[in-house]
């Protein structure tokens, strides 16, 4: 049988996440496991090009997205109906990908649940797919979830 003591939902806040927090969830509580919500904040000045822009662009600072982050993890928790479950959660720092990859490893999660946006064609293209990322290097079998059909 297969144990899974550990499952980590990874969070951007938005309503495509949703749906995979709440399988995480139902996953976790089925198999008597721990779920861990991880929300990513990104380093603005390692994506903002300034030094090609004619004026310095003003970016938030990260320690005040950290906090937003932690409220933002709290509010969410709340939002979805998991005060019960009583999740661990992690902000961490970097890139998204990279990060819920990394906490994965470390956290040692049996199971990694993982909204997508559904984006297609050229704004796939662009913006590229952070699940299909993890899908690729995660420590752990992943589970996409899709949006609801609009």
Known sequence: MIAIRRVLAPTD????????VRYAAELATKFGAELTLVHVV???TLVVPDVMMPTPVTTPALADMVEAGKAGLAAFVKRVG???LRPTTEVRIGAPAAEIVTAAEELKADLLCIGTHGR???AHFLLGSVAERIVRHAPCPVLTVRPPAK
């Open 13 to 20: 806040f938005s309503d495509s996440s949703v749906p995979a």
């Open 42 to 44: 990104q380093d603005l």
């Open 82 to 84: 998991l005060e019960g």
């Open 120 to 122: 297609t064609g050229l």
